[in-house]
DNA sequence: CCTTTTGTTATATAATAAATATAACAAAAG
DNA sequence: CTTTTGTTATATTTATTATATAACAAAAGG
């Protein structure tokens, strides 16, 4: 495990962005306790160096991780996970990924029932990695 | 009602891509069942002049669709709702989904019976569709 | 106190992606 | 036979993404 920084490993091949890469990997440490509330990220700079990527793509990843609501980005001490919850937005955002994933499901044939097995198994697996 | 042309309306203050904003809404329409398997989707030209936007971008919606599954585009005949199932690529696209939806519920406290809830909700709207 | 690291701001540039604008052509439709 | 259509091609514009430097003041660490 990295002693300090967190593990971020970006995929240059893949086609989803650096900074989305960063953002997803970092909501699901949090939702695997892998990151824990209060805890510090490592600056930009460090995160920058250790992923391989520019210092401006890591940071543009921590203010929309901020804007989304995961982390805290304060002036001058930089970014340490805090999550809020902003009912109507977060709910809005949720809502309509689940809207989508149902509509997807629904023309692939894959039924109700497997979605919610499936939902179970990734939470299952989420809560399972508390546990180190 | 639209007599011909499928309903696609493009926020331009959105932040999602045009292109991206109507495959979700064929996406959904087709689980909705207000676009069946075997219809005829308006050409690039009729959908892009609907909608306000430039006829590549239509097209561009369109190739998207088809190469993840939603439609066929055959030489010289256009765009028609044809679902097809990949196991390993479908099933990976929807777990990812449900991965990072649970990632993200999990972060923001809604528990695990809230989604399966809202999963509930969104199938229901989208079963209830089919009867107009 | 001094050096280093840090967050932040600014600017600049390159590369890629998104959207539009025209044009052309052959096939299909009417 | 005219129109519409899918398709291909080219070109341009704008926006986004990613990188590269530089600078500065605050914080940290010695």
Redesign the interface.
């Known amino acids: 495990m990295a002693k300090d920084g967190i593990d971020i490993i970006i995929d240059t091949e893949s086609e989803e962005n650096y900074y989305m890469q960063i953002r997803?990997q970092v909501?699901?440490q949090?939702?695997?306790g892998k990151l824990v509330p209060g805890q510090s990220l490592p600056s930009v700079r460090q995160l920058a160096e250790s992923a391989g990527i520019n210092m401006h793509t890591a940071r543009k990843a921590y203010l929309l991780l901020k804007k989304e609501?995961?982390l805290r980005v304060d002036n001058r001490k930089g970014a340490t996970v805090d999550?809020s919850?902003n009912e109507s937005v977060?709910?809005d955002?949720?809502?309509n990924?689940?809207?989508?994933?149902?509509?997807?499901?629904?023309?692939?044939?894959?039924s109700?029932e497997k979605?919610?097995m499936?939902?179970?198994e990734?939470?299952k697996k989420?809560a399972g990695e508390g546990a180190d």
Request: proline letters at 0%; one cysteine or more; hydrophobic letters at 55%.
């Open positions: 997803n909501i699901r949090i939702a695997y609501g995961y999550v919850f977060d709910m955002d949720l809502m990924d689940v809207i989508m994933l149902c509509a997807k499901a629904g023309c692939k044939g894959v109700l979605i919610h499936m939902l179970d990734a939470y989420q």
